[in-house]
Every structure is written in structure tokens, then in C-alpha cells.
């Protein structure tokens, strides 16, 4: 269970954020080779460990990891709208995460190939990890954290076309020991359960706009030539609450487990036409957003290839998933 939240959150913007142009403001706006998501069925993964002994009360912490983890499948969503997207290579390596650092070191320390370098492609990038326990407890040993509440694990990808060019982005893992001890007088916490992927919105077109669902097959957005679609937004599909330790204040204390909501995002992406901003979340600094609105403008014209809208819908502990939409320009529509 998380007990850095914002950590897997922040990690994942920075990552793509890595991909484009650094002093693009509107990354919304695709215009050539990206990465728009990375994730991973499931973002979390529970581990068979056995504790130290050295703290009593502190859910079992400090650990050591005993069985190899579950395969995770990964899948990351490249796009390019200047062309075809062609087949290409790409290599993973793993190292601690959750450290500041923006990607793996190939020759730091800790660093592990997962996967060898490989022709994948074209649009979405599907591939399977599986550290061992040996890598999970060296990763332990360098967390200044030692896994208290998950183990971060970066994936560094690294995709490189036929014309040479080359891109890199990140995605981090937990790997959490499941369980919290509570503290004297707390009631029993509920039943640890991974993170999965959120996946439910739909985006309502406010002035009988139209309604584009998470759960659409095939979906096509028409709209007239520069149109404007505004519309209200929901975002469902949080899982529970669920409960991770709290860092103890002075030495023997067992703090015991605070409860936490998932915090979930919508993030937009067009190939052609603009959205207004990069996504939008149902919780700030002030509480819960009542009303989730954004803004598409469409194309002047239908483009030479066709324009896509993709949709990843994301929560602050590393969960997932993208749609994507067409967008089809029809003067009738005026």
C-alpha cells in the first residue's frame, strides 16, 4: 500500500513529460513521436516476504522478499502523427525508484535488464516483467525507506525507430508487502487489496454535444469545422479506500494505518484540432471538484491522416488506461 501517493503520480509526468519537446506548454498537442501512457496490469503487485524482526508492531517491517513476484504486462502507447509508425526497437531496464531520479543509470549499481533489446510495434507496446527476488531485496537494501509501505521499481524504456531517432520514458511499480499492524485501539483495517487500473468517464457535450463514454467501442466524435466541444466531465472506477502505515514520530512507536481515497485524473491528447489544457482531476488542495469541465477545438478541415483523440484516465498510485477517439470534421454539423 502507498504511503508516498503523490510519488507514483509525479513520476509518470515526469516520464512523459520527458518524451516531447521540453519547452512544449501544450503538451496536449501531438505533433510528433511520444509516449503518452505507460501501464501496467496491475500497477501494484503484492510480495511473499518474511519480516527481520527489527521493529516490533511496524507490519513486519523490516523485510526480506522470499518468492519472485508475479509477471506484470506492460503496455505503453507510442504514437507518431507525422506518419505511418513503423516497427522499432526498444529495451527495458530496472532500478530503485521513487529517488528523484529521472531514469535508470545502464551502469549504476542496481540496475537490471528485464527486457533485451526487441522489435516491437507499431502503436502499442506490449511486454512482460518479472524482477526476481534477488533484484527486489538489492532494491531494498538501497531504499533509504527499505520498502516501508511499497518498494518503488522504475521501468526504463527506451524505443528507437528505423531513422535512429530515439525516446525514453519511465514507469514505476509497487511492490508492496500487503498488511498493516494497527495501532493500540484501532480497529482492524480492511482487507489489503492491489491497485488496479481506473478506466470509467465519460465526457458530456454540454448544448446536446455529443457523448463520448470509456466504454464506447470504436467511438467517433463529429463535429463541425473549428467547433468548439465543451463538456462536463465524471470520473469513476476509484477502488476503496485502503489503509497504509503511518511513519512512526519517535523510536519504538507503532503509529498504526491511516485510510486513503484514490485521487483520479483525465489527461487529453489530439493529434489534430486542441484541447485547452493538459486533463483535469475530481480532487484538489480545497477538496472535491464539483464540476470537471473541459474545452476541444476542432480542426478547421479534416487533416491528411486521420485526427485521434486519445483519452488516459490515470489515479496518484500508478494505476492506468487510455481510449482512443476519432474525430470526424463535417460542415453538415454547423
Request: negative net charge; aromatic residues 8%; glycine residues 8%.
Amino acid at each position: 500500500m502507498n504511503t508516498r501517493p503523490n510519488t507514483l503520480r509525479l513520476m509518470a509526468a515526469c516520464a512523459l513529460a520527458a518524451c516531447g519537446n521540453d519547452l512544449d506548454v501544450t503538451p496536449q498537442n501531438v505533433k510528433d513521436l511520444r509516449v503518452l501512457a505507460i501501464c501496467a496490469d496491475t500497477p501494484e503487485i503484492f510480495v511473499t516476504a518474511v519480516s527481520l524482526g527489527g521493529v516490533p508492531g511496524l507490519s513486519g517491517w523490516p523485510y526480506v522478499i522470499t518468492a519472485a513476484p508475479p509477471e506484470v504486462t506492460v503496455r505503453a502507447l507510442v504514437v507518431d502523427p507525422r506518419k505511418v509508425m513503423p516497427v522499432f526497437d526498444y529495451r527495458v531496464q530496472a532500478c530503485l525508484g521513487g529517488s528523484g531520479a529521472p531514469r535508470c543509470d545502464a551502469e549504476a549499481e542496481g540496475t537490471e535488464l528485464l527486457v533485451d533489446t526487441t522489435r516491437g510495434g507499431p502503436g502499442e507496446l506490449v511486454f512482460t516483467v518479472q524482477p526476481t527476488a534477488a533484484m527486489l531485496n538489492t532494491w531494498l537494501e538501497q531504499d533509504p525507506y527499505r520498502g516501508y509501505g511499497s518498494l518503488y521499481v522504475t521501468l526504463h524504456l527506451t524505443l528507437t525507430a528505423p531513422d535512429g531517432e530515439t525516446l525514453e520514458a519511465t514507469k514505476l511499480l509497487a511492490y508492496t508487502r500487503p498488511g498493516v499492524t494497527p495501532a493500540e485501539g484501532q480497529d482492524p483495517p480492511p482487507p489489503p487489496l492491489p491497485n488496479t487500473n481506473p478506466a470509467a468517464w465519460t465526457l458530456i457535450g454540454k448544448d446536446d454535444g455529443p457523448v463520448l463514454s470509456s466504454v464506447d467501442a470504436d467511438p467517433v466524435v463529429t463535429l463541425a469545422p473549428d467547433a468548439k466541444w465543451a463538456v462536463d466531465i465524471s470520473l469513476e472506477g476509484a477502488d476503496p479506500e485502503y489503509a497504509v502505515p503511518r511513519f512512526p514520530t519517535q523510536p519504538g512507536q507503532n503509529p498504526g494505518y491511516e485510510l486513503l481515497e484514490e485521487q483520479l485524473f483525465l489527461d487529453f491528447y489530439a493529434t489534430a484540432g486542441e484541447w485547452d489544457e493538459r486533463g483535469v482531476t475530481n480532487r484538489n488542495v480545497f477538496g472535491d471538484v464539483e464540476r470537471i469541465e473541459a474545452t476541444y477545438r476542432a480542426p478547421k478541415a479534416d487533416a491528411d491522416g486521420p485526427t485521434l483523440l486519445y483519452l488516459v484516465s490515470s489515479d496518484d498510485r500508478g494505476g492506468c488506461a487510455w481510449r482512443t477517439a476519432r474525430v470526424t470534421v463535417d460542415e453538415a454539423t454547423r
